[in-house]
């Protein structure tokens, strides 16, 4: 890391969080970032990607500390806010006075705006809850020197591209951009054009590196003896587990069928409020829960470490889906098990699963 010429505070907080050699997407893209040019990575999370375009940014802050310049990460969900915003705060923690502030929808308002009125540097947030702030003018961003959008293709799929653009027309037009995605279709291309000044494109070929290290099994199993085969998964793996299933109603049900059977077990799904599901991811990193059962919502950015194994009870709508649950452990080179439920009317998806895992 010393060769990308970082200075020392930033150093030091990587030493401490044990960070020795840098990935590929931090090979490729932090030389680019501290030049200053754009930049467009096709990355998936769990390749390191968060590092590579914090590292860089908050180098520039550093430097330009005078000029009160800001930085505006936009990502499509609380969670990975929340995650990229903890992560800057990491990487700036030996820094001296850098603020970092996450702000999104589900959450106190007029607590954000207080936040925002001190002095922040760093911004995190979704689409929706920072065009809001923008709009009411609490949100001052005159002088953002940088945008990032991560997980673009994620944002799309949510339905946010009027609201990004909406957002990037109102910026500063000297601004660095950088876009992270982790799949490249041409809409993404297409903002990409819009908007990125002659960017450094990158692409991390990760899938395989990254599914390599994980255990695949899959087990063909009726509809309704699956309940049964997960518990008998659960007498031998019964710690750090993440099961995957396709309805709210399901993860509530199958939660309760756990407890009865005696584990620890909470549920992550897009009903449950804002803090609460800080909470259950916050419970989880510290080993407080077993398993969490989870629709789709978990299955994207969430850096959970000590996931040992994923279980798919249903399989994912989108077959590309599958390769983030399963990313949710394996993480930075460690090992990981995913187990997957076939049933006959999954066959053809989880021929298309095959395809893209080349398995
Ligand atoms: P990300 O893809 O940004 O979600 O990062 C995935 C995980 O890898 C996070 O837990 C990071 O803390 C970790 N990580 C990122 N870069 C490195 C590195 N160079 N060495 C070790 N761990 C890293």
């Not at 096709?42 to 005078?66: C, M, S």
């Not at 629709?295 to 194994?309: K, Q, S």
């Amino acid at each position: 890391f010393a060769c990308f010429g970082f200075n020392k505070l930033i150093l030091n907080s990587l030493e401490s969080k044990g960070y020795k050699t840098p990935t590929p997407i931090q090979k490729a893209a932090i030389p680019e970032l501290m030049l200053g040019r754009d930049l467009l990575g096709q990355a998936q999370t769990g390749t390191g990607k968060t590092a590579a375009f914090a590292l860089p940014l908050i180098e520039k802050l550093e430097n330009n500390k005078e000029s009160n310049a800001k930085v505006l990460v936009m990502t499509p969900t609380r969670e990975l806010a929340t995650q990229v915003a903890d992560s800057f705060k990491s990487y700036s923690a030996e820094s001296t006075n850098l603020r970092t502030l996450a702000i999104y929808g589900g959450t106190d308002f007029r607590n954000q705006i207080s936040s925002l009125k001190r002095k922040t540097d760093i911004v995190v947030g979704t689409p929706g809850r920072i065009m809001d702030h923008i709009r009411q003018g609490t949100f001052k961003i005159n002088n953002i020197s940088c945008l990032v959008l991560d997980e673009a293709d994620e944002m799309l799929k949510m339905g946010f591209l009027e609201d990004i653009e909406w957002i990037i027309d109102k910026l500063p037009e000297n601004k660095q951009m950088v876009l992270f995605s982790a799949t490249m279709p041409n809409e993404i291309r297409n903002i990409a054009k819009k908007y990125l000044n002659e960017p450094a494109e990158i692409l991390i070929k990760s899938v395989k590196q990254e599914t390599q290290l994980i255990t695949q099994k899959y087990i063909n199993v009726q509809r309704h003896h699956k309940l049964d085969a997960l518990k008998r998964i659960l007498e031998i793996t019964n710690e750090g587990v993440i099961i995957f299933v396709r309805t709210k109603l399901l993860t509530t049900s199958i939660a309760e069928a756990l407890e009865n059977s005696g584990h620890s077990v909470a549920v992550l799904n897009g009903d449950i409020p804002q803090n609460q599901r800080e909470n259950t991811v916050d419970r989880l990193k510290k080993g407080f829960i077993d398993i969490l059962v989870a629709t789709d919502v978990a299955a994207r950015g969430l850096d959970i470490p000590n996931i040992e194994h994923v279980i798919n009870y249903d399989l994912p709508q989108q077959a590309e889906d599958f390769i983030h649950r399963i990313g949710r452990t394996g993480r930075a080179g460690a090992k990981g098990q995913a187990w997957s439920y076939v049933t006959k009317s999954d066959n053809r998806k989880w021929k298309e699963i095959e395809k893209i895992l080349s398995i």
